[in-house]
């Protein structure tokens, strides 16, 4: 199930968020080996995890296996104060327009070839989802560019928004991926289709 956290209801979520600050210090300083957000507690947090984030959790069997931060473009956010270099102009700036960060996804839920998982596809979902409820239909994304042919099939709209750069060891591109609701009906579509025979969507 995807839960989403605010500060207006952080308070009920404190494990949860316990759970998903471990999650992100796993796969970025254990996997990737972000040595410099390391921590001796094993949570991952920055400063952008304040009272303008909002964080989307999944959680399986009372155990968060998916997480994605959004922040505003309209406040500071990687794009504008740490990763400005991918950037060849100005950082789009809206209140439609929000920035994802931090996703990650626990090893074994993950995607395997072509096919998102259904935990990568309940936590792409939930940004749509989340998006066309709170009048955002553009998000910013730093990723590697090989994710660029995949958003596109998942119907979102992407702009580079300059070249590719180095960023902790890996090709790293700046990007705007705008959506509307198609892009929620082709993730439902995809959804479907990854599900074996007879099983129920509900």
Request: glycine share 8%.
């Amino acid at each position: 199930m995807l839960h989403v956290v605010t500060a207006s209801n952080a308070d009920q979520y404190r494990t949860e968020m316990e759970q998903a600050f471990r999650l992100r210090h796993k796969v970025f300083v254990d996997e990737k080996g972000w040595t410099d957000l390391a921590r001796e507690d094993g949570l991952e947090t920055d400063r952008f995890d304040d009272e303008h984030a909002v964080h989307m959790l999944y959680a399986m069997n009372g155990r968060v296996i998916g997480y994605q931060r959004m922040l505003p473009s309209t406040r500071p956010h990687l794009l504008s104060d740490v990763l400005s270099d991918l950037c060849e102009s100005e950082p789009p700036v809206g209140a439609n327009i929000w920035e994802w960060t931090r996703y990650c996804v626990e090893a074994g839920h993950r995607e395997r070839g072509r096919m998102l998982s259904p935990v990568a596809n309940a936590l792409l979902s939930g940004i749509v989802e989340w998006g066309l409820g709170c009048g955002v239909d553009t998000i910013i994304i730093e990723m590697n560019p090989l994710w660029l042919l995949r958003l596109v099939q998942l119907h979102f709209r992407v702009t580079p928004l300059g070249l590719p750069k180095m960023i902790g060891g890996e090709e790293t591109v700046a990007v705007t991926a705008s959506f509307d609701g198609r892009t929620l009906a082709r993730l439902r579509e995809m959804r479907k289709a990854s599900q074996p025979a007879g099983t129920d969507d509900s």
